[in-house]
């Protein structure tokens, strides 16, 4: 989609501060970080919920891409949170599907 942003990270038309990438994910730091260690991790591809994921290869790129990064930043042993909010009711704000990952410290209860 021409006019989402994070196809625009995605396709490098916007710059931003990448912090992973595979064939079919990419991940980067959130702009209004809610924790020490807050990314973003997107498909390249455009799916506006993760409802809308019509291939298993995407699933499985991201959850690597949820493991090299928890490895990547030592927050696999002391643990992480990750966040997909799904639609308007669920909290979505970008339509692009994409997971929060949250880490580096103790996290509160509620975080978003």
């Known amino acids: 989609m021409s006019d989402c942003i ?3 990270i995605a ?3 916007i710059n931003s501060e990448i912090i992973y ?3 079919k994910v ?3 730091k959130d702009l209004n970080p809610r924790a020490k260690m807050h990314f973003l991790i997107v498909p390249k591809k455009h799916y ?3 409802l809308d994921i019509d291939d298993k290869e995407t699933t499985e790129y991201l959850l690597k891409a ?3 990064i928890a ?3 030592e927050i696999s042993e002391k643990g992480f949170r990750l966040i997909n909010n799904c639609k308007e009711d669920g909290g979505q704000e970008v339509m692009h599907m994409h ?3 949250l880490g580096g410290e103790k996290l509160k209860t509620t975080i978003l």
């Open 6 to 8: 994070f196809c625009k």
């Open 66 to 68: 949820v493991k090299d």
């Open 21 to 23: 990438e595979n064939e």
């Open 48 to 50: 506006e919920t993760i």
């Open 71 to 73: 490895q990547k930043y």
């Open 99 to 101: 997971i929060h990952m």
């Open 26 to 28: 990419i991940a980067f």
């Open 11 to 13: 396709n490098k038309e």
